[in-house]
């Protein structure tokens, strides 16, 4: 069990150990007993200020890490760039010198494309205290973690060999980042898990971040695939996660508004991919669906789905809360 942990930065989970991984799934376990015990976890960050800084909107991420530092004693300043003099310009590296004098942590959603994930790494440049991502344009490692957490709550610990689908799905709210399907191909590769990826051409992940994937799979004894057919992949799956996520990669300069209609034309040409009663009964007989949340219900889901038996998205979603109080008490906190 690797316990140093406190400063050190949760930006992709790809930057820390598995001993260090295995720490945070432990002590999640133990504070979610303790929650449902209700006994009190306050002394652990008692005092401690975390300053949230949300470039877009968010529920689980602000409320599980807001409720959290309370439930661990702390406060949480919860931020967006107009409260703060970043819409004014202040630049990443004076933010987090300042910030770095007031309180013990700083966690940042910037999921803007092409420049989320830079804002995060010039602030963890510049800050003497840890910067947790909350979500950036390449990476969503809070989710990647919940998500684990509540695999091994479903399949047990060894989680080697078991056969989970990424799938792109239609959805109409947003273009949702890449982040939660990349983190998922970095994190559950290291299990050495068998993953299949499904997307239409015009959505593809980050081929640097899909190479990495590949080698932790080949470390780690598992595999990864891809297919540009929903009902293939779902086929014996054990979990299957189908979600949304932007066409930034399909075409030339997504930020255009030229780029924009194409991303828009590509979108309305996968109005079928959505995970139904049908093709969902294509996975295996005990198979669990998935999502991050927010859903797009009617679109990247049916309700049938979604509120059946085999969902644990509201498990999942509660995991944000326990994961996230573990990443903050051992790396705000903890053993110097
Ligand atoms: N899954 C997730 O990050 O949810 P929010 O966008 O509501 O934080």
Redesign the pocket.
Known sequence: MNTILRGKHFITTQAWEKSELETVLELSKDLKKKFVMNELTDHYLRAKTIFMIFFEQ?????NSLEAGITQLGGHAHDLTPDKIQISHGEVAKDTALVLSRYGHGIAIRNCFYGTGNYYLQEVSKHASIPVISM?DDIY?PL?GIADLMTMREKFGDNLQGLKVTVSWAYAESHAKPLSVPQTQALLFSRYGMDLTFAFPEEFPLMPEIMEQAQQNARANGGSIRTTQDMDEAFQGAQVVIPKNWGGFLGVENPDSEEGKREMQANLEKYKDWICDGKRFSLADKQAIYMH???ADRGKEVTDEVIDGENSVVYDEAENRLHTSKAIMALTMGGRP
């Open positions: 968010s529920t689980r991420t602000r979500q969503h989710q991050a949340l927010p």
